[in-house]
Each structure stands twice: as C-alpha cells, then as structure tokens.
C-alpha cells in the first residue's frame, strides 16, 4: 500500500474513532459534521474527502460491528461443538462487545440514528436477525446431534434468547452506560439454559 493510500486509510480509521468517542461522551446527544471534524482535528471539508456524508461514517461503524461480531462467531462454531455453549458464548459476545463499545453501542439501539437514513435502521435490523437466525439454527441442530429439543417452538426460544441481550444492550445506553450488560450474567445463563431445552424423548 502506498503512503497516501496508508494516511487515508489511517485518517478514515481516525475520522470513525473519534465518532465512537463522541456518542459514548454524550449520550442522547446528536453528533455534527463541525463538532466530529473540530474532534479530529480537521475542516469539514476534509471529513468529506474522506466520507461523503455523515451517514457513511455511521455505516463505517455499522461494518466494523458486523466484521466483529460475525467473524467471531464463526470462530465460536468452529471451536465449540455443544449446543448450550455456543448459545452461551454467542450471547455473551454480543454483551461484552457492547460493554467494551459504548459509543457504538448506540447505533445498536437506534439512539444515535434519529433522523438518519432508514437504511441503516434497516441494517441494524438486519444485524439483529441474523444473530437471532443464527440463535435458531443452533436450537434446530442441537435435537439432531445431541438429542436436545427446545421447551418452547423453535422460534420462540431464539426470539426469547435475542429478546434477552436485546434488552440488556438497551438497558445499558439508556443508563447512560451504567448498567453493564454482564452485570448477573454469570448467575442468571444457568438458570434460561436449564429451562430451555430438554432430552428428546425415546421412540417406542
């Protein structure tokens, strides 16, 4: 890669990282195009060299969510063959890459996308129902590689697993990053997983 084409990259990487910063330093708060650029460092002019509006800097942050996100849990699949567990840790990394991402968590809830284009709305959405997709197709496996059936229909128990870490993501943005999405995770995932699935039973 070239010099230019390595500051552009690196400016871009800037341009997003203080982005982030500015929606975990005010929750609630819109972020303009003067107040991000005087965060950089740069002219207005200079963010749109870079970024041809606003938007596309919210969709930069929306792609590294995505990459993360589904990058690793195609590594948990890989590693993790029980069921209970790759629900478990799919789960738990949505709750700590929201915990260690607060600013960028507020895209997740929508909070920072009042009044932005209703294509990212609609990505988010999407992010959502893939994960929760995801959820399904573990459930819908587990009876068939370890003879373990949901206690709800199919959809119901992953809509209910997504429903979880939703709310939890949500709870966090609107204690303005107080209340930490882990906070009794550890005593409560034993107790859903004990009442999600059961042992499929014999055939006669």
């Given at each position: 890669?070239?010099?230019?084409?390595?500051?552009?990259?690196?400016?871009?990487?800037?341009?997003?990282?203080?982005?982030?910063?500015?929606?975990?330093?005010?929750?609630?708060?819109?972020?303009?195009?003067?107040?991000?650029?005087?965060?950089?460092?740069?002219?207005?002019?200079?963010?749109?060299?870079?970024?041809?509006?606003?938007?596309?800097?919210?969709?930069?942050?929306?792609?590294?969510?995505?990459?993360?996100?589904?990058?690793?849990?195609?590594?948990?699949?890989?590693?993790?063959?029980?069921?209970?567990?790759?629900?478990?840790?799919?789960?738990?990394?949505?709750?700590?890459?929201?915990?260690?991402?607060?600013?960028?968590?507020?895209?997740?809830?929508?909070?920072?996308?009042?009044?932005?284009?209703?294509?990212?709305?609609?990505?988010?959405?999407?992010?959502?129902?893939?994960?929760?997709?995801?959820?399904?197709?573990?459930?819908?496996?587990?009876?068939?590689?370890?003879?373990?059936?949901?206690?709800?229909?199919?959809?119901?128990?992953?809509?209910?697993?997504?429903?979880?870490?939703d709310g939890?993501?949500?709870?966090?943005?609107?204690?303005?990053?107080?209340?930490?999405?882990?906070?009794?995770?550890?005593?409560?995932?034993?107790?859903?997983?004990?009442?999600?699935?059961?042992?499929s039973a014999?055939?006669?």
């Amino acid at each position: 890669m070239s010099t230019k084409n390595s500051q552009k990259v690196s400016r871009r990487q800037q341009i997003l990282e203080s982005l982030a910063t500015m929606l975990e330093a005010s929750p609630g708060a819109r972020i303009t195009t003067a107040a991000l650029a005087r965060e950089v460092g740069v002219s207005e002019a200079a963010l749109y060299r870079h970024f041809p509006s606003k938007s596309k800097m919210f969709e930069g942050l929306i792609e590294f969510i995505e990459e993360t996100i589904f990058s690793r849990i195609k590594l948990i699949l890989s590693e993790e063959p029980q069921a209970l567990h790759r629900l478990e840790k799919i789960l738990y990394l949505l709750l700590t890459f929201t915990e260690r991402n607060p600013g960028i968590t507020r895209l997740l809830t929508g909070d920072a996308l009042t009044g932005e284009t209703e294509r990212l709305r609609n990505r988010i959405a999407q992010l959502f129902e893939r994960v929760e997709t995801q959820l399904k197709q573990i459930i819908r496996e587990a009876e068939l590689r370890e003879g373990l059936r949901p206690n709800l229909p199919l959809s119901a128990a992953a809509n209910m697993l997504m429903s979880l870490a939703d709310g939890r993501i949500t709870q966090f943005v609107r204690s303005e990053f107080r209340r930490l999405p882990t906070q009794y995770w550890e005593d409560q995932w034993p107790i859903i997983a004990q009442g999600l699935m059961r042992e499929s039973a014999p055939v006669a």
